[in-house]
């Protein structure tokens, strides 16, 4: 429409008479700083947010599907635990059976059966509670395990029946906080297991939905699955509050791994197809998709990010009113420069031009500057996380998982934030700056002159 | 000769609610190139309609307003614009500079709403600071309006109005906040345009001012009461 040089020209005449009035100026465009401010970090906190939940899921593993033992509710357990002899307690989950079966359905690369328990075990003194997990060597593979020292079990200790462990790093430490557990016997319910490995710090992984919960891998003790079959045994008694109750269980867990992503969500059909044949109906297992869960965060992300953006971007609408309810006052105060213009000349566009720059260079300046505060989203939020750790949380909320959540989330600036951001404001300067740009140039020039 | 300007049975009506003022009644007048006429007359009998009509700053109720062979009455707003930007010099009685320019950037101002160029050449700027000069304030360019005397102001006014190079000036009550000595060298600067061959119209109260004039129009009650060479420069 414009000659570039008239538009540069414009814009430092704008600059010029934004200047006159910088106070004024300056508190009007506040308005747009924090709401292009608050548009970026809620964007960066609903991102961060959702990345913190998918680095979750995928530490489940994006090709996984997990099939869990679940416990059927109280009063289905009573008639199903009397059907089958009140000796061996509640037997329930997943079969041996139930493992050679999936092993075998297509597009499978790999499976490990997992049997665990929470018990006491034992070195010397020391007899901290951990998770003794029955597995095979596949294991570290899914669930990304690293070893420290020393080797994992492998399909030879199984085939033996060997009695050995590997030690999770925490409760390694906690065993044996001053010597090399490599060669030592770990001692779990009535036999003794020799260290062979120890693994690799891993962050927790999250509890998803309401069948899996948290695993805290650091705490773990695995031993291979036929010795802990052999050992241990399937029935688990335990006698709380003067009730004696016991389990019966072959497997807890069946971790399927396919080849390819699009082969998850078919194959997790077909795994509950056969599982609803085999256990005739009886609800007592679960399968977690974690690519579905992926999916899920996917959305829930987007919907966090409509919904923390609409609530930003109505604090620009509310500085955009700011900032027009100024230039009506303004465009009033220079009535007599707008007759002046006119008289000398200027098109009514020419003074439309005029002031809507000056809005939009006011409205996108401001767009600039919370730009470079939105960039500092990550130290900000540093510091809420500071505040809200020493002043809110105490002891016992400390390690809650919401709290956890919280202080373990680092805003990720969304790149494309920026420049839509920016661009909104320049928007906002647009539409909040034509009222009054048109309604001083259709002013009466000769009026205008005579205005005092 | 030729016609800067040509009035026909001019009327300008204002509507004020239930009431109509009639500004203007039927004024006819002819304005050669190079003409240097004096409005005169009674406070209210519509000097300054008549000249804001002169000024394109407003279109004519009824009759019709010729200027350069065109009729202004039926132009657009847009042309109206043009017009007044390129064939008009406006000088106020209050001077209507714009607050935040320079004396530099004061003249400047009708340069950038010319039609074809924009854009202030090196050439524009020696214009500008060539009539700077010519009204004496060559070294008070980077003042601003506040810094000026009423009289320096009103010499910056002129040079603004000359800048497009016009063929009318059109000036209401120009020397009406000076005082006689200022208003005298007022004057001469608009009689050496005059003599430059710029056509000049100016309402004004003052006899002194009028008489330098060559031609003196009265009017009374939107109509021309009298038209001619009414004045003198020396006496009556
Ligand atoms: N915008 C307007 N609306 C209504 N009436 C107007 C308007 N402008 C001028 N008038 C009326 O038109 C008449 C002529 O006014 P004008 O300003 O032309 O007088 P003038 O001769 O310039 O007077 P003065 O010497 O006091 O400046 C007056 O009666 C005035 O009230
Ligand atoms: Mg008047």
């Known amino acids: 429409m414009l000659p570039f040089g008239n538009t540069l020209r414009a814009i430092r005449l704008a600059f010029k008479s934004l200047l006159l009035h910088k106070l004024r100026s300056g508190l009007t465009m506040l308005g747009i700083v924090f709401g292009v401010f608050s548009v970026i970090a809620m964007l960066a906190i609903g991102e961060g947010a959702s990345a913190q939940a998918q680095q979750q899921v995928l530490a489940l593993g994006a090709t996984n599907i997990i099939v869990l033992s679940v416990k059927p509710p109280a009063d289905s357990a009573q008639a199903s635990g009397g059907g089958r002899g009140r000796s061996f307690g509640l037997q329930y989950g997943l079969l041996r059976s139930d493992y050679r079966l999936l092993r075998g359905l297509p597009k499978i690369v790999g499976a490990v059966p997992i049997r665990e328990i929470f018990s006491e075990t034992r070195y010397l003194q020391k007899t901290p509670n951990a998770r003794v997990v029955g597995c095979t060597s596949q294991y570290p593979d899914m669930n990304h395990l690293t070893m420290q020292r020393g080797r994992f079990i492998a399909d030879a200790d199984e085939d033996k029946l060997l009695n050995v462990c590997v030690l999770g790093a925490g409760i390694a430490a906690e065993l044996f906080p001053f010597e090399d557990p490599i060669g030592k016997a770990v001692q779990i319910k009535t036999y003794r297991y020799e260290v062979i490995g120890i693994t690799q710090e891993r962050t927790a992984s999250a509890a998803i939905g309401g069948s899996m919960s948290g695993q805290d891998y650091n705490k773990d003790i695995y031993i291979p699955l036929k010795t802990f079959q052999v050992r241990i045994g399937d029935r688990v008694a335990t006698a709380q509050a003067g009730s004696f109750s016991a389990e019966q269980v072959e497997l807890n867990q069946i971790t399927i791994q396919v080849r390819d992503q699009k082969d998850v969500l078919p194959t997790a059909e077909v795994i509950k197809e056969s599982l609803a044949r085999t256990h005739a109906g009886k609800k007592d297992w679960d399968v977690v998709v974690p690519l579905e869960l992926l999916r899920q965060a996917d959305q829930i992300r987007q919907i966090f990010n409509i919904v923390l953006g609409s609530i930003a971007a109505i604090s620009l609408v509310v500085g955009g009113i700011g900032i027009m309810n100024i230039m009506l006052a303004t465009v009033t105060e220079r009535t007599r420069e707008i007759g002046i213009r006119r008289a000398l000349g200027a098109r009514r566009t020419d003074i439309v031009q005029q002031f809507l720059t000056e809005t939009i260079v006011l409205a996108g300046a401001g767009g600039l500057i919370g730009v470079l505060m939105g960039l500092a989203t990550p130290v900000a939020f540093e510091g809420i996380q500071w505040v809200v750790e020493n002043f809110v949380l105490d002891s016992g909320t400390q390690n809650s998982p919401l709290s956890k959540m919280f202080t373990d989330m680092h805003p990720k600036i969304n790149w494309f934030s920026l420049p839509i951001a920016f661009g909104i404001s320049v928007g906002i300067g647009i539409i909040f700056g034509i009222y009054p740009a048109r309604a001083a140039a259709y002013m009466d020039p000769i009026e205008a002159l005579r205005h005092e | ?236």
């Open chain 2, 1 to 236: 000769m030729r016609l800067a300007a040509q009035l026909i049975d001019l009327q300008k009506h204002y509507h004020l609610g239930e009431h109509t003022v009639m500004a203007l009644r039927g004024v006819s007048a002819d304005f050669p190139e190079g003409d240097y006429v004096a409005i005169m007359g009674s406070s209210g009998s519509g000097k300054s309609t008549l000249l804001n009509i002169l000024g394109a700053l407003d279109r004519p109720t009824l009759g019709n307003y010729i200027l350069a062979g065109y009729d202004v009455g039926s132009m657009s707003d847009d042309e109206l614009s043009e017009i007044r930007n390129r064939r008009i010099g406006f000088i106020f009685q209050s001077y209507n500079l714009i607050a935040q320019n320079t004396v530099l950037e004061n003249i400047q101002v009708p340069m950038l709403y010319r039609r074809d160029a924009r854009r202030i050449s090196a050439a524009d700027e020696h214009r500008c600071l060539d009539l700077a000069e010519k009204v004496g304030l060559g070294e008070r360019l980077d003042h601003r309006p506040f810094q000026l005397s009423g009289g320096q102001q009103q010499r910056v006014a002129i040079a603004r109005a000359l800048v497009n190079d016009p063929e009318i000036i059109l000036a209401d009550e120009p020397t009406g906040n000076l005082d006689s000595a200022t208003e005298k060298d007022i004057m001469n600067l608009l009689t050496a345009l005059n003599n430059e061959g710029r056509t000049i119209i100016i309402v004004t109260h003052e006899t002194s001012v009028a008489r330098r004039a060559k031609r003196q129009i009265v009017m009374k009650d939107g109509l021309i009461e009298r038209d001619g060479m009414l004045l003198t420069e020396d006496g009556k």
